[in-house]
């Protein structure tokens, strides 16, 4: 099947700096593709040269299999949901989401179907006479969407749309996001620097970072198997340590970091006495009372709670090992730690597999 | 000395009382002006001999009103078509130098928006007499070429209005700008994507987006040149406009005419700036 | 896309280089040639800075001259005095309502023809006006006065005549001042003087600076006050220029008297953006 999107060997230069460097992806029909970094990593550029507002410097975009590096941005089949939605405050909802048809010269009664067939499709119908800022940041978004989807692009692009929503109503969007997309059937690429947003919607990712793509893949792979540091140290959150290798035992490797912390880990293409970085999750760190119960974990340490970080599902606790290493740890809400306070003894553990480890320069 | 910190009574009220002599100094020239038009005098001064509304429709000698009186009505006229003219040039002009300013990087821009600016601190005086002089260069050297007379070079209504235009332009240039700076350029990358070409983008997002500021440039900009004196002096021809039909009038020495003249001015202007107002204030 | 755009450009420069170039530079460059000029006889002309030696040497073009200049810096710091206190009061004590409508009726009036504000002042002030008569019959004065016709008199015009264009940049500036930045100054010790000292005039400057610009632009060039309320033997330079211009059509002095007055327009405008260290587009623009 021809891929809905395609960039091939994408460059994109501002004078001396290279803003996107040799890209390449290609987007099944019908996916929900992110791509995921942070401001400035050149997201937006590649967003733009696929919508036609910037010319890359070398590279191909296809879409539908065809180049459309010589097609002016109002004659690509793609659409775009701008950042700031750009709505024209001018008009109503209607003519917002007719726009697109007046200028393909559509007549007037099916435009006024079309629109009124979109707002249907939005959960909005009979809104069409309203103003737009009559509406809500979520009615908006969805307005923003139906004013792409009546044209039926191949791709629709979004920029960060949910960025100016305040945080309730921004996890409620993602949601519905995805569902739209389902029932649009509509390949959508859209763009980030959530990592919650890209993880929730995605079927596939993109991590980006100072114009390359660092890793693609589904959000289980870049959560569970990162390639490389950046996507462990970017993707959720985690205790990292620089050290050196001391044994090498087929994937795992034993290691020591520069605080001397003894640790076994995963790691591939590592040669005793390379300098590494290791990752573990606070959420991978099991906690315990009693060191018994940690017998199956390859690593385990003793430490004092220093701090409890109490944020409802999210909590944390800080624990300092012997050689004064801090760590941080997930707070299980069982009620089994309830009672934990600062200065108590605990044990805590963790497996090889959960310690991811790269070769650093 | 804001509401929130205490001051002293006195302080106040003589700060009041500051306030309100000024008002009542901006508002006495002009309430005189109003209240002698209905003077039944043949003198815009007292004594006060009756009211009445002759100076408006009078039409019998010597209270000719205004509304009877040839030389005033083609006077407005003539401010009235020199207005429409310099309104209409200078928004047009202003619009396209707005767009050139704010889309365009170019080499000498700084230099050009100075330029532009400087009419704004040329006397009136000295544009007027800077633009006879050309003209009339102009007009010579045509005339030593082809032994052809342009008229239109010559001290007339084109003078007036090229005069006029020359620095109410510059006002156009600022009022529009300033509203084409709030423009958020999404919108028209926005219709580009919808399936625009730039034109349209421009034609059916930005243009409507500017309407406010154009629309109340056309006002700013025919206000000014209705109510014009100095440039308008030196490039007048035989057609004279309003206020330089009022002022030959003046220097001869006044009667109430001049007065009801003036009150329908005010009425007229201020309605107009009320209209820009209210036009603004809709969202 | 790129060449359309390149057609665009050219397209939006035309007028403004046009507009620029024919009604602003060639002209003033015109009169600059004709102030340099002699007139030999009929039709020939010779180059000579004779226009600028008579101009500088004949004692009452010099003394209007001066005369003018000092005059409008007088009126420039009298409309600034004058208009300050009252933009601060719209600007920070009038609240809601009472602000929008002291605004407008600021406004008002300057939507009115200049020639209506003067012919306003001569009714007023005229042997025979409302003033005169005023003072009679409140047994000040035995006879008629004459209040018109004397530099005092022109001085209540001009104020009168720019006040506006001090009121408004002022107003302006003042409303961006945060309430809490004065707050803040009397917090810490500041009395009113040394608030408005420190921080109010600090603040307000871009307005003063832009206001006083366009006053003083506005008192030079005035043509109408000066002609209607001033006295016969003080003559302004614009109505030199006039005279000049249109009752002698001697146009070689009176181009020279033009560009005196641009020039000293030029100096006085760049010595007050240089002495507060700003530029014409921030000011203007």
Redesign the interface.
């Known amino acids: 099947m021809t891929p809905d999107l395609e960039c091939v060997g994408l460059v994109k230069r501002f004078g001396d700096t290279t803003a996107v460097d040799n890209v390449s992806f290609s987007v099944p029909p019908g996916s929900f593709f992110s791509i995921l970094g942070p401001s400035g990593c050149g997201k937006t550029t590649i967003m733009r040269m696929i919508?036609?507002?910037l010319d890359p410097t070398s590279g191909d975009i296809r879409i539908k299999g065809g180049s459309v590096l010589d097609t002016?941005?109002?004659?690509r089949p793609?659409?775009?949901v701008?950042?700031?939605l750009?709505?024209?405050?001018?008009m109503t909802i209607a003519e917002n989401i007719g726009?697109?048809l007046r200028?393909?010269g559509m007549g007037k009664a099916e435009i006024a179907r079309k629109v009124d067939e979109a707002l249907d499709r939005i959960g909005l119908p009979g809104i069409g006479a309203r103003k737009v800022?009559e509406l809500s940041g979520g009615q908006k978004q969805r307005v923003a969407i139906a004013?792409?989807m009546v044209?039926e692009p191949d791709v629709l692009l979004l920029d960060e749309p949910l960025g100016a929503l305040d945080l309730k109503l921004r996890e409620h969007m993602k949601v519905e996001l995805k569902a739209l997309q389902a029932a649009f059937d509509t390949t959508f690429v859209y763009i980030t620097h959530d990592q919650s947003e890209a993880l929730v919607m995605s079927d596939q990712i993109a991590v980006m970072n100072a114009g390359r793509f660092e890793q693609v893949g589904t959000g289980q792979d870049l959560y569970y198997r990162p390639d490389t540091p950046f996507v462990a140290g970017f993707i959720g959150e985690s205790n990292r340590w620089k050290g050196r290798i001391e044994a090498v035992d087929g994937g795992q490797v034993q290691l020591r970091t520069e605080s001397g912390l003894a640790m076994r880990a995963t790691g591939a293409g590592l040669a005793q006495g390379a300098r590494a970085e290791i990752f573990v999750r606070p959420e991978s760190i099991r906690l315990a009372s009693s060191e018994d119960a940690l017998s199956g974990f390859d690593n385990r340490l003793q430490g004092t709670v220093t701090s409890l970080l109490f944020n409802g599902a999210a909590s944390r606790v800080l624990v300092e090992d012997d050689v004064g290493e801090t760590l941080e740890v997930t707070l299980p809400q069982s009620g089994e730690f309830s009672a934990l306070k600062r200065g108590d003894a605990v044990h805590i553990g963790w497996g090889a597999g959960q310690a991811t480890c790269f070769g650093a320069g | 000395?804001?509401?929130?910190?205490p001051?002293s009574r006195a302080f106040r009220l003589t700060?009041g009382a500051?306030?309100a002599l000024?008002?009542l100094?901006?508002?006495?020239?002009?309430?005189?002006?109003a209240v002698?038009a209905f003077n039944d005098s043949q003198?815009?001064?007292?004594p006060w001999d009756g009211f009445t509304w002759a100076w408006f429709f009078g039409t019998e000698r010597p209270q000719i009103g205004v509304f009877h009186e040839r030389g005033i009505l083609r006077a407005v006229g003539t401010s009235a078509f020199v207005a429409g003219c310099v309104a209409v040039l200078s928004v047009?002009?202003g619009t396209?130098?707005a767009?050139?300013f704010n889309?365009?990087e170019?080499r000498g821009k700084?230099l050009?928006?100075?330029?532009?600016?400087?009419?704004?601190?040329?006397?009136?005086?000295?544009?007027g007499?800077?633009?006879?002089?050309?003209s009339s260069?102009l007009a010579n050297g045509i005339w030593d070429l082809a032994q052809m007379d342009i008229q239109a070079l010559r001290p007339g209504l084109l003078l007036v209005i090229?005069?006029q235009?020359?620095f109410i332009?510059t006002i156009a240039t600022?009022v529009i700008?300033a509203r084409l700076q709030k423009f958020?350029r999404?919108?028209e990358?926005?219709?580009?994507?919808?399936?625009?070409?730039?034109l349209?983008?421009v034609r059916?997002?930005t243009l409507?987006?500017l309407a406010p500021a154009m629309v109340g440039a056309v006002v700013v900009a025919f206000?000014m040149s209705?109510?014009n004196?100095?440039t308008t002096?030196?490039l007048v021809g035989s057609d004279a406009p309003?206020?330089i039909a009022?002022?030959d009038r003046?220097k001869e020495g006044?009667t109430p005419l001049?007065?009801a003249v003036?009150l329908l001015?005010?009425l007229g202007?201020?309605l107009?700036?009320l209209l820009v107002?209210l036009f603004q204030r809709r969202? | 896309m790129r060449s359309?755009s390149r057609i665009?450009?050219y397209?939006?420069?035309t007028?403004?280089v046009l507009?620029?170039g024919?009604?602003?530079?060639?002209?003033?460059i015109?009169?600059l040639l004709?102030s340099l000029r002699e007139r030999i006889s009929f039709g020939v002309y010779d180059r000579s800075l004779l226009q600028y030696e008579k101009a500088l040497t004949e004692p009452l073009y010099l003394r209007t001259f001066a005369r003018t200049a000092v005059m409008s810096i007088l009126a420039t710091a009298i409309t600034l005095i004058?208009a300050f206190?009252?933009a601060?009061?719209i600007a920070?004590?009038a609240?809601g309502r009472l602000q929008q409508v002291?605004f407008?009726?600021?406004?008002?009036?300057f939507?009115?023809?200049?020639?209506?504000?003067t012919?306003?002042?001569?009714?007023?002030l005229?042997e025979?006006?409302?003033v005169s008569?005023l003072l009679q019959w409140t047994g000040l004065a035995d006879q008629p006065v004459e209040l018109l016709y004397t530099d005092a008199t022109m001085m209540v015009g001009l104020v009168?005549t720019s006040?506006l264009f001090m009121v408004v940049p002022l107003v302006t500036t003042l409303e961006s001042l945060d309430?809490s930045v004065?707050?803040a100054g009397?917090d810490l010790g500041g009395n009113?003087f040394s608030?408005?000292r420190e921080i109010?005039i600090p603040h307000a400057m871009p307005g003063i600076v832009s206001g006083c610009?366009?006053v003083f632009?506005l008192s030079?060039?005035?043509?109408?006050t000066p002609t209607?309320l001033g006295g016969k033997d003080s003559l302004w330079f614009?109505e030199m220029?006039?005279n000049q211009?249109?009752v002698r059509s001697n146009?070689e002095l009176?181009?020279a008297f033009?560009f005196m007055?641009?020039v000293l327009?030029?100096v006085i405008?760049w010595g007050m953006l240089a002495l507060t260290g700003r530029t014409?587009?921030e000011t203007?623009?």
């Open positions: 919508a036609g507002f002016p941005p109002n004659k793609v659409n775009m701008f950042q700031h750009a709505l024209f405050p001018m726009y697109g200028r393909r800022d004013r792409c044209l | 000395m804001i509401p929130t910190i001051t700060y500051y306030v000024f008002f100094y901006l508002a006495l020239p002009l309430t005189v002006v002698f003198f815009p001064s007292l047009a002009v396209t130098n767009f050139l889309r365009y170019f700084g050009l928006y100075v330029l532009m600016l400087l009419p704004l601190v040329i006397p009136g005086i000295v544009l007499i800077s633009i006879l002089i050309f260069t090229l005069g235009f020359s332009t600022l700008s958020d999404t919108l990358e926005a219709a580009l994507n919808l399936g625009a070409d730039r349209t983008a059916t997002i409507p987006f206000l209705f109510e004196f100095n002096l030196m309003l206020t009022m002022f003046l006044s001049l007065n003036s001015l005010m202007s201020s107009l700036a107002i969202p | 359309q665009a450009f397209l939006l420069l007028p403004l507009w620029l024919l009604l602003i530079v060639i002209p003033h015109d009169m004709i004058i206190p009252v601060y009061y920070k004590m609240k002291l407008l009726l600021c406004l008002i009036p939507y009115v023809s200049e020639l209506v504000r012919f306003g002042w001569m009714i007023l005229r025979t006006g409302i008569n009168y006040m309430d004065i707050e009397y009113g608030v408005l109010i610009i366009v632009m030079l060039g005035n043509y109408l209607m614009t220029i006039y211009f249109i146009w009176g181009a033009g007055l641009l327009s030029s405008v014409l587009k203007m623009g």
